[in-house]
């Protein structure tokens, strides 16, 4: 990673990040339009580094999803889902959690609240891709999964059904 002034304000990518992961991240962030390459590999590096870092994930997730790489994307946000459920304890298949009267343990947790961010990010990523069905099947566990609404599901729900997805209801069984 060479030297580089960050000319962008940094990003806050939360408070309980190691300050060399948080440096590769603010790096990244600063690099993406001078060398794509070298914000990737800077993103990859900083989650060997810390592989429990679950804002890691997010840059990761977003920068492929602003690059249009978007089956990388679809990647990261999967990595995201199973290091954010590993660390809230529950279940990383959003279908059976939805299920799972432990399901409301996700707001109780920054690791739980990541797995909603991560679920919507993911049901957006398939809209784009134009994978309807799973697109609408994962918005429709998101709301069983986050009735309050906590990470903003309701948007990209809105912007599904505005392109005709049919989502699944929130208390269907997907069986």
Excluded at 28 to 33: I, L, Q
Excluded at 83 to 90: C, D, N, P, T, Y
Excluded at 137 to 143: E, P, R, Y
Aim: net charge negative; aromatic share 10%.
């Amino acid at each position: 990673m060479n030297v580089l002034t960050f000319s962008e304000d940094p990003v806050l990518f939360g408070t309980s990040i190691l300050p060399a992961t948080n440096h590769r991240l603010q790096f990244a962030v600063a690099a993406r339009h001078r060398d794509n390459s070298e914000a990737e590999n800077v993103l990859w590096e900083a989650r060997a580094e810390d592989p429990t870092c679950l804002p890691v994930y997010f840059a990761l997730y977003k920068f492929y999803a602003n690059s249009k790489k978007l089956d990388r994307a679809e990647r990261a946000a999967h990595l995201a889902l199973a290091e954010s459920s590993r660390q809230a304890g529950v279940c990383a298949d959003w279908e059976k959690l939805s299920q799972d009267p432990q399901r409301g343990k996700l707001y109780a947790s920054e690791a739980g609240l990541f797995y909603l961010f991560s679920l919507k990010a993911l049901g957006f990523i398939k809209l784009r891709r134009q994978h309807w069905e799973e697109a609408g099947a994962i918005l429709g566990h998101l709301a069983r999964l986050d009735p309050e609404d906590r990470s903003g599901g309701s948007v990209v729900r809105g912007l599904a059904t505005s392109v005709g997805v049919t989502l699944l209801e929130p208390g269907h069984d997907s069986d």
